[in-house]
Structure formats: structure tokens, C-alpha cells
């Protein structure tokens, strides 16, 4: 029984709620993305390049294999794929720098010290003479 106790306490912790939310979330953001990619993207630069469709160019290497269908490799679709990760990438690249500028940034404190020209030891900043070394500031 104590191990079913210690999964369940490991299970409830706030880091692995976290996670799982954020993977669920991840996975329905993904699949906008991934939308956004194939059906308003995609097709804008399929025409730029001449109405080409990468996911149709391939390679033959035989004309017939050991299940005698033809050997291809589908570079094409290797090469949808990286596109579709690198504009996801700068998507979510996008993102995340629209996030960070919305933070409320937090002002610099206001020092309350400064060092003595002289000891270098740190004094209160509306002191006019150092007290440790007594030097005029």
C-alpha cells in the first residue's frame, strides 16, 4: 500500500499538474499552429513557387520492390515537414516575444547605498562623510 500512496502524492504535486496541463494546452496549441501552417501559409507559397505541391516530389530508386510497389523516397514530404517546423518555430517565436513585452517589468530598485570613494565600503546614500573612514562623500 505505500507505494500506491507515495504515486498518488507524486501525482497530485503542483510540478506534475503543471505539466500536464501545459502539455494538453501545448498539444491544442500545436494543432492551431499546425492549421495555420497547412491551410493559410502553406498555400501562398505553394503558388510563389509556381503551384508546386512538396509533398508529391520524390525520388525513385527502383521500379520495383520486394512487395512490388516502386522504391521512392518522399524528399517532398521531408521538405513540407521542416518548413512546417521552422514556421511553427517562428510562430511560436513570435509569441512568446509578444508575451515577455506584455509583462509588467518591474522597476529598478532604488538604491539605498553607495560605496565610499575612499574604503569602498558601502554607507547610506544620503551620507555626507563615511562611517567607517569618516572621508567627506
Same mark, same amino acid.
Given at each position: 500500500?505505500? +507505494? ?8 497530485? =504535486?503542483? $510540478?506534475?499538474? /503543471? ?11 500545436? =494543432? ?5 501552417? $497547412? /491551410?493559410?501559409? +502553406?498555400?501562398?507559397?505553394? #503558388?510563389? +513557387? ?16 520486394? /512487395? ?11 521538405? $513540407?515537414?521542416?518548413?512546417? &517546423? ?5 510562430? %511560436? &517565436?513570435? &509569441? %512568446?516575444?509578444?508575451? $515577455?513585452? #506584455? =509583462? ?15 574604503? #569602498? ?17
Amino acid at each position: 500500500m505505500g +507505494m500506491i500512496k507515495e504515486f498518488k502524492e507524486f501525482a497530485m =504535486k503542483g $510540478n506534475v499538474m /503543471d505539466m500536464a496541463v501545459g502539455i494538453i494546452i501545448g498539444a491544442g496549441f500545436g =494543432k492551431i499552429v499546425s492549421s495555420l501552417v $497547412n /491551410d493559410i501559409i +502553406m498555400p501562398p507559397i505553394g #503558388l510563389l +513557387m509556381g503551384n508546386v505541391d512538396f509533398s508529391e516530389l520524390s525520388y525513385e530508386i527502383a521500379a520495383e520492390g520486394a /512487395d512490388g510497389e516502386p522504391v521512392v523516397i518522399k524528399y517532398g514530404q521531408f521538405v $513540407n515537414t521542416v518548413l512546417d &517546423f521552422v514556421i511553427i518555430a517562428f510562430v %511560436i &517565436f513570435l &509569441f %512568446i516575444k509578444q508575451m $515577455n513585452r #506584455l =509583462k509588467s517589468k518591474e522597476p529598478d530598485p532604488t538604491p539605498t547605498e553607495k560605496k565610499c570613494p575612499k574604503c #569602498l565600503l558601502l554607507v547610506p546614500i544620503e551620507a555626507s562623510r563615511c562611517g567607517h573612514c569618516t572621508s567627506e562623500i
